[in-house]
C-alpha cells in the first residue's frame, strides 16, 4: 500500500477518493482498483483503509452512497460526489499543489 | 455537521448500518476473488490470496464503524451494560448493596427535608435570618420561652439601636360565615410593624398602618381559596365574630408564619395595657428585625444587658422582675420556630449519616471479597490489553451503579418517609405539614447516592491495583482497611444504641407518668360561644349528658392536655407570702361540676362545684392536693380565700392533684374554677366519657343545639396526651431503628471480613495444623483479629458517646446523660454480637482439615 506516511495518506486518500468520483459513480472496489491503476500499483488502498475512508467521507457529506447493480449485476454500493465534496476536492488540491510545490523548492534548493 | 451527520447516520438503526458495511466489505472481497481467477489462479488459491491481501475483515469493518460511532461513549455504555449483566447475576449480592444504600440515602433525604424546612429555611419564608424572636423568662417559677407582655413589646421597642422593627402577635380565632356554614378561621391580630419584620411586600393591596382597626389581611391561600384570587376581593369586606372588616391587602405567596394563619387583623393595644408592666397578660409573641449591620449575637447581648440592668434598677418594678428573675432572651427566628424539634432532627441527621456511612462500608466490604473473586478476571482482561484505568473505571462504574440503584430506591422511601411525617402528630405539627421533597432534596440524595457508590468502590478498585502489583503488600493493607470498617462500624452502632437507650428509657420513664385521671374513653372538643345565645353552653351540656352512651359529660376551659391552664400569680386572704416560701403560682382551669366524674379526679375533702355556682352566687373554686399541700401544709384549705380572677373566691373543696398541661412539665399546682362564674372566654371545651369514641356525637349534638356555632380540635384525650409524648415516641422509635440496622450492618459486615480472612488463609491454617497447631489456637487467633478492631471500634465510640452525651441531655427525662445502665446494656448488646459474628467463622478456621485445606486452590 505505497505510501509510508499514514497520517499523510489518510488526507490524501480522501482526496485521491474524491478525485476518482469526481469522473462518476463507483463503488468500492472499482474506486480501489482505478487508484491502483493510475497510480501504476503505487497506492494500493487496502479495504481497512478505503472503507474507514468512505465512511469518513460520507459523514462529512462530500459523498452519497446507494445501492445499485454493477455492470456484473450485482448489487453494489455506489458512491457518487456531492457539491460540497467537489468544493472540498477543489479545496485538497489546491493545499496538495501548495504543499507538492513547497517540496519540490525545498528538494531543488538543497 | 460532521457531529450531526454521526447523529444522522446512528439514528438510521446501527443494525442496518453494520449489515450493509459488511455486505459491502464481502463483496469487495468477493470481486478480489474474482480478478485473481481472472489471472489464473484455482478458487482456493484466489480465497487464500484475497484473504491474504484483504487481512482482517471484520478489522476493516471495526475501522470503518469507528467513524460513525462514538467510541469512547460506546465503551461507556458497554461498560454500563457489563457492569448490569454483573449485578443482576449476582441479586443477592446487588440487593444487599442497594438496600443498604436505599436505607441509608432514604433516611438521609427524609430526614434533611425535614431540616430544611423546620431548621434551615422555616418555613420556606426568605430572608427570615434577620428575624429574632424575644421570649420571657421566669426563674422563680421555672418558666421559660413564654410569650411577652406589653411592656416587653414597648421595651424591645426601645432597642431601635439593633432593631429596626419590632412587632407584637396575639392568637386570633373567629367564626366566619363561609357560605352559610360556619368554620372557624384562625389567624392573628399584629402590630403594623409586623410585615416589615419580616420584609414582607403585598402580593395585593397594603399592609396595616397605624390607624387601621377593622381592617383585615388575607393570607394568600384563603385569598385564592375563598376569592378565587380575584383581585376584585380588596375592597370587600368579611364577617369575623360578626363583626364586618375590609380586606386591604394579601400577604404574599411563600409568607407562611405563622403556619396556620388565614387572615391577620391590627392588634392595637391600649395604653393601660402597656402601663400594667412586665409579666401582665402575657400573650405576645415578640418579633423583631435586626438592624443593618447588627449581627445575630450582638443583638442577643443587648438584650441580656438590658434585661440584667432593667432587674438591678432601684425601682419597684426593678425590684420585682429581680425577685423573679424576670427578662428577655433573643433568639433567631429558626430557633423560635423549632423549639424543641431542634436538637432531635440535628441527632436523626446525625444518626441516619451514621448508617449510611456503616452501610457504605458494608458495602466495599462486599466489593472487596467480590474483588478477590474476581482476580482472574481481572488479570485476564490486563493481559489481554485492558489498561489499569479500564479497569478502574470498570470497578467504578459498577459500585457508582450500585450506589444510584439505592439512591433511586433510598428516594422512593424518602418520598414515603416524608409523606408518613407530614402526618405525625406532634407539638408543632403545622410546621411538618409543610415538608416536601424538593428537586434540590432529590439532587442532595443522589449525590449522597453517587458519593456512597464511589466511595465504596475507590477501596475495592485501589485494592485490586494494587493487588496486581505486589500481592502480599496488599493483602496487609487491605487488612487495614478491613480493621478501620470494622472498628468504625462497631463505633458508630455502639453510639447509636447508647443514644437510643437513653431515649427509651426517658420514655419509659414519662409512659409511667400518672396524669391523675383517667384518660382513657374521654373524647374531648373546642367550641366558639355564639354571642347571641348566652344559654348555649348549659344547653350543650345537657343535651350531651342525656346523649345516647354517654357515661358523663362536662365543659371545661382549657381541655387538658391542649393548651395548658391560664398560669397566674394568687394571693391568700390574710397572708402575706414569706422569704423562702414558694411563690404563690398555679394554673386555672374552669370547669363544670360533672368535670371531676368525667375524668375520674376524686374528690379529697370538701364539695365539688355544685349548678347552684353561678355568676349571681357567691365566687367558689376548688384546689388540687398540691396547692393544698404546698400552700396550706399545715392548715384546713376548705374556707379559706384565694384571688386569681375576678377577686376572693372560697375554697370548697381539694381535689386529688393531677398533671394536665405535660407528663415531663413540672406540674403546677391547679385552681378549679366553675365555669358559669368567670364567663371571660370567647370558647371552651367539652370533655365526654362514652364507651364508644364520641367525636361525631359531639359535632352533630353542637349542630342540632345551635347550627351557626363551629367546633373544632376534636381529639381523644389519649391522642393528646399521645401528642405530648409524640416527639419522644417518634424520636425513640426512628433511632432504634437506625440503631438495630446499624448492628445489623456491623454483625454483617465483621462476619464477611472474617470469613473473608479465613478463606484466604486456608492454606496457611492447613500448614499450622498439620504443624501441630490445635483448633483452638487457630480460632482464637482470628477471634483475635476481629475482637481487637472492634474493641477499639468500642472505645471510639464511648468517646463520642460521652462527647454526645452533654448534647442529648435535653432530651433526657430522669435519666442521666452517662447512664451506667444503658451504656452496659448496649455494650453487652454489641459485644454479644460481635463475638457471634467473629466466633462463626473463626470456628469455621479451626475445623479446617489440613489435608482439605493444602489442597485448596
Given at each position: 500500500m505505497?505510501?509510508?506516511?499514514p497520517?499523510?495518506?489518510?488526507g490524501t486518500?480522501?482526496?485521491?477518493?474524491?478525485?476518482?468520483?469526481s469522473?462518476?459513480?463507483n463503488?468500492?472496489?472499482?474506486?480501489?482498483?482505478?487508484?491502483?491503476?493510475?497510480?501504476?500499483?503505487?497506492?494500493?488502498?487496502g479495504?481497512?483503509s478505503?472503507?474507514?475512508?468512505?465512511q469518513?467521507?460520507?459523514?462529512n457529506?462530500?459523498?452519497?452512497?446507494?445501492?445499485?447493480?454493477?455492470?456484473?449485476?450485482r448489487?453494489?454500493?455506489?458512491?457518487r460526489i456531492?457539491?460540497?465534496?467537489?468544493?472540498?476536492?477543489?479545496?485538497?488540491?489546491r493545499?496538495?499543489?501548495?504543499?507538492?510545490?513547497a517540496?519540490?523548492r525545498?528538494?531543488?534548493g538543497a | 455537521?460532521?457531529?450531526?451527520?454521526?447523529?444522522r447516520?446512528?439514528?438510521?438503526t446501527?443494525?442496518?448500518l453494520e449489515?450493509?458495511?459488511?455486505d459491502?466489505i464481502?463483496?469487495?472481497?468477493?470481486?478480489i476473488?474474482?480478478?485473481?481467477?481472472r489471472?489464473?489462479?484455482?478458487?482456493?488459491e484466489?480465497a487464500r490470496?484475497?484473504?491474504?491481501q484483504?487481512?482482517?475483515?471484520?478489522?476493516?469493518a471495526?475501522?470503518s464503524r469507528d467513524?460513525?460511532?462514538?467510541?469512547?461513549?460506546?465503551?461507556?455504555?458497554?461498560?454500563?451494560?457489563?457492569?448490569?449483566?454483573?449485578?443482576l447475576?449476582?441479586?443477592?449480592l446487588?440487593?444487599a448493596?442497594?438496600?443498604?444504600?436505599?436505607?441509608?440515602?432514604?433516611a438521609n433525604?427524609?430526614?434533611?427535608?425535614?431540616?430544611?424546612?423546620?431548621?434551615?429555611?422555616?418555613?420556606?419564608m426568605?430572608?427570615?435570618?434577620?428575624?429574632?424572636?424575644?421570649?420571657?423568662?421566669?426563674d422563680?417559677l421555672?418558666?421559660?420561652g413564654?410569650?411577652?407582655?406589653?411592656a416587653?413589646l414597648?421595651?424591645?421597642?426601645?432597642?431601635?439601636?439593633?432593631?429596626?422593627?419590632a412587632?407584637?402577635?396575639?392568637?386570633?380565632?373567629?367564626?366566619?360565615?363561609?357560605?352559610?356554614?360556619?368554620?372557624?378561621l384562625?389567624?392573628?391580630a399584629v402590630?403594623?410593624?409586623?410585615?416589615?419584620?419580616?420584609d414582607?411586600?403585598?402580593?395585593?393591596?397594603?399592609?396595616?398602618?397605624?390607624?387601621?382597626?377593622?381592617?383585615?389581611v388575607l393570607?394568600?391561600?384563603?385569598?385564592?381559596?375563598?376569592f378565587?384570587?380575584?383581585?376584585?376581593?380588596?375592597?370587600?369586606?368579611i364577617?369575623?365574630?360578626?363583626?364586618p372588616y375590609r380586606?386591604?391587602?394579601?400577604?404574599?405567596a411563600?409568607f407562611?408564619?405563622p403556619?396556620?394563619?388565614?387572615?391577620f387583623?391590627?392588634?392595637a393595644?391600649s395604653p393601660q395595657?402597656y402601663?400594667?408592666?412586665?409579666?401582665?397578660?402575657m400573650n405576645?409573641?415578640?418579633?423583631?428585625?435586626?438592624?443593618t449591620?447588627v449581627?445575630p449575637l450582638?443583638?442577643?447581648?443587648r438584650?441580656?444587658?438590658?434585661?440584667t440592668?432593667q432587674?438591678?434598677?432601684?425601682?419597684?418594678e426593678?425590684?420585682?422582675?429581680a425577685k423573679?428573675?424576670?427578662?428577655?432572651d433573643?433568639?433567631?427566628?429558626?430557633?423560635?420556630?423549632s423549639?424543641?424539634l431542634?436538637s432531635?432532627?440535628?441527632?436523626?441527621?446525625?444518626?441516619?449519616?451514621?448508617?449510611l456511612?456503616t452501610?457504605?462500608a458494608?458495602?466495599?466490604?462486599?466489593l472487596?471479597?467480590r474483588?478477590?473473586a474476581?482476580?482472574?478476571?481481572?488479570a485476564i482482561?490486563l493481559?489481554?490489553?485492558?489498561?489499569?484505568?479500564?479497569i478502574?473505571r470498570?470497578?467504578?462504574?459498577?459500585?457508582?451503579?450500585?450506589?444510584?440503584?439505592?439512591?433511586?430506591?433510598?428516594?422512593?422511601m424518602a418520598?414515603?418517609?416524608?409523606?408518613?411525617?407530614?402526618?405525625?402528630?406532634?407539638?408543632?405539627?403545622?410546621?411538618?405539614?409543610?415538608?416536601?421533597?424538593d428537586?434540590?432534596?432529590?439532587?442532595y440524595?443522589?449525590g449522597l447516592?453517587?458519593a456512597?457508590g464511589l466511595?465504596?468502590?475507590?477501596?475495592?478498585?485501589?485494592?485490586?491495583?494494587?493487588?496486581?502489583?505486589?500481592s502480599e503488600?496488599a493483602?496487609?493493607?487491605?487488612?487495614w482497611?478491613?480493621?478501620?470498617?470494622?472498628?468504625?462500624?462497631?463505633g458508630?452502632?455502639?453510639?447509636?444504641?447508647?443514644?437510643t437507650g437513653?431515649l427509651?428509657?426517658s420514655l419509659?420513664m414519662?409512659e409511667?407518668?400518672?396524669p391523675?385521671?383517667?384518660?382513657?374513653?374521654?373524647?374531648?372538643?373546642y367550641f366558639?360561644?355564639p354571642?347571641n345565645?348566652?344559654?348555649?353552653?348549659?344547653?350543650?351540656?345537657t343535651?350531651l349528658?342525656n346523649?345516647?352512651?354517654v357515661?358523663a359529660a362536662a365543659?371545661?376551659?382549657?381541655?387538658?392536655f391542649?393548651?395548658?391552664?391560664?398560669?397566674s400569680?394568687?394571693?391568700i386572704?390574710n397572708r402575706q407570702?414569706?422569704?423562702?416560701?414558694?411563690?404563690?403560682?398555679?394554673?386555672a382551669?374552669?370547669?363544670?361540676?360533672?368535670?371531676f366524674?368525667t375524668?375520674?379526679?376524686?374528690l379529697?375533702?370538701?364539695r365539688?362545684?355544685?349548678?347552684?355556682?353561678?355568676?349571681e352566687?357567691?365566687l367558689?373554686?376548688?384546689?388540687?392536693?398540691?396547692l393544698?399541700?404546698r400552700?396550706f401544709p399545715?392548715?384546713?384549705?376548705?374556707?379559706q380565700e384565694?384571688?386569681?380572677?375576678k377577686?376572693w373566691a372560697?375554697?370548697?373543696?381539694v381535689?386529688a392533684?393531677?398533671?394536665?398541661d405535660?407528663?415531663?412539665?413540672?406540674?403546677?399546682?391547679?385552681v378549679y374554677?366553675?365555669?358559669?362564674?368567670?364567663?371571660?372566654?370567647?370558647q371552651s371545651?367539652?370533655?365526654?366519657?362514652s364507651a364508644?369514641p364520641?367525636a361525631?356525637?359531639i359535632?352533630?349534638?353542637?349542630?342540632?343545639?345551635?347550627?351557626?356555632v363551629?367546633?373544632?380540635?376534636l381529639?381523644?384525650?389519649?391522642?393528646?396526651?399521645g401528642?405530648?409524648l409524640?416527639?419522644?415516641?417518634?424520636?425513640?422509635?426512628?433511632?432504634?431503628?437506625?440503631?438495630?440496622?446499624s448492628?445489623l450492618?456491623?454483625?454483617i459486615?465483621?462476619?464477611?471480613?472474617?470469613?473473608?480472612?479465613?478463606?484466604e488463609?486456608?492454606q496457611?491454617?492447613?500448614?499450622?495444623?498439620?504443624?501441630?497447631a490445635?483448633?483452638?489456637q487457630?480460632?482464637?487467633q482470628?477471634?483475635?483479629q476481629?475482637?481487637?478492631?472492634a474493641?477499639?471500634g468500642?472505645?471510639l465510640?464511648a468517646?463520642?458517646t460521652?462527647?454526645?452525651?452533654?448534647?442529648?441531655?435535653?432530651?433526657?427525662y430522669q435519666?442521666?446523660?452517662?447512664?451506667?445502665g444503658?451504656?452496659?446494656?448496649?455494650l453487652?448488646?454489641v459485644?454479644?454480637?460481635?463475638l457471634?459474628?467473629v466466633?462463626?467463622?473463626a470456628?469455621?478456621a479451626?475445623?479446617i482439615?489440613?489435608?482439605?485445606?493444602?489442597r485448596?486452590?
Amino acid at each position: 500500500m505505497g505510501m509510508a506516511n499514514p497520517e499523510f495518506l489518510k488526507g490524501t486518500l480522501d482526496m485521491l477518493i474524491l478525485r476518482t468520483l469526481s469522473r462518476g459513480p463507483n463503488h468500492g472496489y472499482r474506486i480501489a482498483l482505478h487508484i491502483r491503476r493510475l497510480s501504476l500499483d503505487a497506492f494500493r488502498v487496502g479495504e481497512g483503509s478505503l472503507y474507514p475512508a468512505l465512511q469518513r467521507l460520507l459523514i462529512n457529506g462530500w459523498v452519497q452512497a446507494e445501492w445499485a447493480l454493477t455492470d456484473t449485476n450485482r448489487k453494489a454500493r455506489v458512491y457518487r460526489i456531492t457539491p460540497t465534496g467537489r468544493r472540498q476536492l477543489a479545496e485538497e488540491v489546491r493545499e496538495f499543489d501548495f504543499i507538492l510545490a513547497a517540496i519540490a523548492r525545498v528538494m531543488e534548493g538543497a | 455537521m460532521r457531529f450531526w451527520n454521526r447523529f444522522r447516520l446512528r439514528a438510521r438503526t446501527a443494525g442496518r448500518l453494520e449489515r450493509e458495511l459488511v455486505d459491502e466489505i464481502r463483496l469487495h472481497r468477493e470481486m478480489i476473488e474474482e480478478e485473481f481467477i481472472r489471472d489464473g489462479m484455482s478458487r482456493t488459491e484466489a480465497a487464500r490470496a484475497a484473504a491474504q491481501q484483504f487481512g482482517n475483515s471484520s478489522s476493516a469493518a471495526d475501522l470503518s464503524r469507528d467513524e460513525w460511532t462514538f467510541p469512547r461513549l460506546d465503551a461507556v455504555a458497554k461498560d454500563v451494560r457489563f457492569a448490569l449483566r454483573l449485578m443482576l447475576r449476582h441479586p443477592l449480592l446487588t440487593g444487599a448493596a442497594v438496600l443498604t444504600v436505599a436505607f441509608g440515602v432514604g433516611a438521609n433525604t427524609a430526614i434533611l427535608s425535614i431540616l430544611e424546612t423546620v431548621l434551615l429555611n422555616p418555613l420556606g419564608m426568605r430572608h427570615t435570618d434577620r428575624v429574632m424572636a424575644a421570649q420571657v423568662h421566669v426563674d422563680r417559677l421555672h418558666m421559660k420561652g413564654a410569650a411577652g407582655s406589653a411592656a416587653d413589646l414597648r421595651d424591645i421597642r426601645g432597642l431601635s439601636d439593633v432593631f429596626s422593627a419590632a412587632a407584637g402577635v396575639e392568637g386570633g380565632v373567629w367564626t366566619y360565615q363561609a357560605g352559610g356554614e360556619a368554620v372557624r378561621l384562625i389567624g392573628r391580630a399584629v402590630t403594623p410593624e409586623f410585615f416589615r419584620v419580616f420584609d414582607a411586600s403585598p402580593a395585593l393591596g397594603r399592609f396595616f398602618n397605624a390607624d387601621d382597626r377593622e381592617s383585615v389581611v388575607l393570607s394568600y391561600g384563603m385569598w385564592q381559596s375563598q376569592f378565587g384570587g380575584d383581585a376584585s376581593a380588596l375592597g370587600r369586606t368579611i364577617t369575623l365574630d360578626d363583626k364586618p372588616y375590609r380586606i386591604v391587602g394579601v400577604a404574599p405567596a411563600g409568607f407562611h408564619y405563622p403556619a396556620d394563619a388565614q387572615a391577620f387583623v391590627p392588634l392595637a393595644i391600649s395604653p393601660q395595657r402597656y402601663a400594667e408592666g412586665h409579666g401582665n397578660n402575657m400573650n405576645l409573641t415578640l418579633l423583631a428585625r435586626l438592624r443593618t449591620g447588627v449581627t445575630p449575637l450582638a443583638a442577643i447581648v443587648r438584650v441580656h444587658r438590658f434585661s440584667t440592668a432593667q432587674q438591678a434598677a432601684d425601682t419597684a418594678e426593678g425590684r420585682d422582675m429581680a425577685k423573679f428573675g424576670y427578662g428577655l432572651d433573643l433568639l433567631p427566628f429558626a430557633d423560635f420556630l423549632s423549639g424543641d424539634l431542634r436538637s432531635p432532627l440535628w441527632l436523626l441527621w446525625a444518626a441516619a449519616l451514621v448508617v449510611l456511612l456503616t452501610g457504605c462500608a458494608n458495602v466495599a466490604g462486599l466489593l472487596l471479597t467480590r474483588s478477590s473473586a474476581r482476580r482472574k478476571e481481572i488479570a485476564i482482561r490486563l493481559s489481554l490489553g485492558a489498561t489499569r484505568w479500564q479497569i478502574v473505571r470498570q470497578l467504578l462504574l459498577e459500585s457508582t451503579l450500585l450506589g444510584v440503584a439505592g439512591g433511586l430506591a433510598g428516594l422512593a422511601m424518602a418520598k414515603l418517609a416524608v409523606s408518613l411525617v407530614t402526618r405525625v402528630s406532634v407539638p408543632g405539627k403545622q410546621l411538618l405539614a409543610l415538608v416536601g421533597l424538593d428537586h434540590r432534596m432529590l439532587l442532595y440524595g443522589l449525590g449522597l447516592a453517587m458519593a456512597s457508590g464511589l466511595l465504596f468502590g475507590l477501596v475495592p478498585a485501589v485494592q485490586m491495583l494494587r493487588e496486581s502489583q505486589t500481592s502480599e503488600m496488599a493483602r496487609n493493607r487491605r487488612r487495614w482497611f478491613q480493621d478501620l470498617f470494622i472498628t468504625a462500624e462497631v463505633g458508630g452502632a455502639f453510639v447509636l444504641l447508647v443514644i437510643t437507650g437513653l431515649l427509651l428509657r426517658s420514655l419509659w420513664m414519662v409512659e409511667q407518668i400518672q396524669p391523675g385521671f383517667d384518660v382513657h374513653n374521654v373524647t374531648t372538643a373546642y367550641f366558639t360561644k355564639p354571642h347571641n345565645d348566652p344559654a348555649f353552653a348549659s344547653r350543650l351540656e345537657t343535651a350531651l349528658q342525656n346523649a345516647p352512651g354517654v357515661e358523663a359529660a362536662a365543659l371545661a376551659y382549657p381541655v387538658p392536655f391542649s393548651q395548658g391552664g391560664l398560669t397566674s400569680g394568687f394571693g391568700i386572704r390574710n397572708r402575706q407570702q414569706q422569704p423562702g416560701e414558694p411563690e404563690f403560682h398555679g394554673e386555672a382551669y374552669f370547669v363544670t361540676p360533672e368535670y371531676f366524674r368525667t375524668m375520674r379526679i376524686p374528690l379529697v375533702a370538701g364539695r365539688n362545684l355544685a349548678a347552684g355556682d353561678t355568676a349571681e352566687a357567691p365566687l367558689v373554686c376548688l384546689i388540687d392536693r398540691k396547692l393544698a399541700d404546698r400552700f396550706f401544709p399545715s392548715q384546713n384549705p376548705i374556707g379559706q380565700e384565694i384571688s386569681m380572677y375576678k377577686g376572693w373566691a372560697r375554697i370548697v373543696g381539694v381535689t386529688a392533684a393531677v398533671r394536665a398541661d405535660g407528663l415531663e412539665e413540672e406540674t403546677r399546682p391547679v385552681v378549679y374554677y366553675s365555669l358559669p362564674q368567670i364567663p371571660f372566654f370567647a370558647q371552651s371545651g367539652v370533655v365526654l366519657r362514652s364507651a364508644v369514641p364520641a367525636a361525631a356525637l359531639i359535632r352533630a349534638t353542637v349542630r342540632r343545639t345551635n347550627s351557626t356555632v363551629p367546633v373544632y380540635d376534636l381529639q381523644t384525650m389519649e391522642e393528646r396526651m399521645g401528642e405530648k409524648l409524640g416527639i419522644r415516641r417518634v424520636l425513640a422509635a426512628l433511632l432504634a431503628i437506625f440503631g438495630v440496622i446499624s448492628l445489623l450492618l456491623a454483625t454483617i459486615g465483621i462476619y464477611g471480613v472474617i470469613a473473608q480472612v479465613v478463606a484466604e488463609r486456608t492454606q496457611e491454617i492447613g500448614v499450622r495444623m498439620a504443624l501441630g497447631a490445635r483448633p483452638a489456637q487457630i480460632q482464637r487467633q482470628f477471634m483475635g483479629q476481629g475482637l481487637r478492631a472492634a474493641g477499639l471500634g468500642l472505645a471510639l465510640g464511648a468517646m463520642v458517646t460521652l462527647y454526645v452525651q452533654k448534647w442529648i441531655s435535653g432530651m433526657l427525662y430522669q435519666v442521666k446523660a452517662f447512664d451506667a445502665g444503658t451504656i452496659g446494656i448496649s455494650l453487652a448488646a454489641v459485644l454479644t454480637v460481635l463475638l457471634l459474628a467473629v466466633w462463626w467463622p473463626a470456628r469455621r478456621a479451626s475445623r479446617i482439615s489440613p489435608q482439605t485445606a493444602l489442597r485448596y486452590e
